[in-house]
């Protein structure tokens, strides 16, 4: 039998993602596998952390290049990524809260490489003058990262409706919390 390593990555998501201090033995059963084989595929929890990084990056990307971020307003861009980053909203979420990814020397430049292309976009759009000026394109980016991660954490734990996640980041981002007063 083959062990489809992807779907041992994706089912260590789904579990990671909901509980993050899950044991290598949970991640095993949750991908129907046993131990040892999940052992000699990923020699411990770093090692599936990193092949979970790696699947992240490349969904990232791979959200980023169909968003089609430099065609329309820079407002429908942003809800396209919104859209299709949903999928592995979770996963994301899960990687982003992984302090061993970002610590020492040993940090994945694919990070940067997202960071970069989100943070470019939020440029353009305040160079169009679609997005404000008075937040930094870095911030607007680590925004968007927290707002995703926020929210499929809601989304998982049953406190928001799936159906709401797109709506929900893209409104809170693009109009901020203050209520707008009509004059």
């Not at 994706?10 to 949750?30: G, I, N, Q, W």
């Not at 440029?123 to 394109?137: A, C, N, S, V």
């Given at each position: 039998?083959?062990?489809?390593?992807?779907?041992?990555?994706?089912s260590?998501?789904?579990?990671?993602?909901?509980?993050?201090?899950?044991?290598?033995?949970?991640v095993?059963?949750?991908?129907?596998?046993?131990?040892?084989?999940?052992?000699?595929?990923?020699?411990?929890?770093?090692?599936?952390?990193?092949?979970?990084?790696d699947?992240?990056?490349?969904?990232?990307?791979?959200?980023?290049?169909?968003?089609?971020?430099?065609?329309?307003?820079?407002?429908?861009?942003?809800?396209?990524?919104?859209?299709?980053?949903?999928?592995?909203?979770?996963?994301?979420?899960?990687l982003?809260?992984?302090?061993?990814?970002?610590?020492?020397?040993?940090?994945?430049?694919?990070?940067?490489?997202?960071?970069?292309?989100?943070?470019?976009?939020?440029?353009?759009?305040?160079?169009?003058?679609?997005?404000?000026i008075?937040?930094?394109?870095?911030?607007?980016?680590?925004?968007?990262?927290?707002?995703?991660?926020?929210?499929?954490?809601?989304?998982?734990?049953?406190?928001?409706?799936?159906q709401?996640?797109?709506?929900?980041?893209?409104?809170?981002?693009?109009?901020?919390?203050?209520?707008?007063?009509?004059?």
């Amino acid at each position: 039998m083959t062990l489809d390593r992807e779907q041992v990555l994706r089912s260590a998501a789904a579990l990671l993602s909901r509980r993050a201090t899950a044991t290598m033995d949970e991640v095993a059963r949750a991908a129907g596998i046993g131990r040892a084989t999940l052992h000699r595929h990923f020699a411990g929890r770093d090692a599936l952390v990193g092949a979970l990084e790696d699947l992240g990056i490349r969904e990232f990307e791979a959200a980023l290049d169909a968003a089609a971020l430099d065609e329309g307003t820079a407002e429908d861009g942003l809800r396209r990524l919104i859209a299709h980053v949903e999928p592995s909203a979770g996963l994301l979420s899960f990687l982003v809260t992984e302090n061993q990814l970002f610590e020492g020397d040993d940090v994945h430049e694919g990070w940067s490489r997202l960071d970069a292309r989100v943070s470019a976009f939020f440029l353009r759009g305040q160079e169009r003058g679609e997005f404000r000026i008075d937040l930094t394109p870095a911030w607007l980016t680590e925004a968007l990262y927290g707002l995703i991660g926020s929210c499929a954490w809601a989304v998982q734990t049953g406190r928001v409706a799936a159906q709401d996640f797109p709506y929900m980041i893209a409104e809170l981002l693009l109009g901020g919390a203050r209520r707008s007063v009509e004059k």
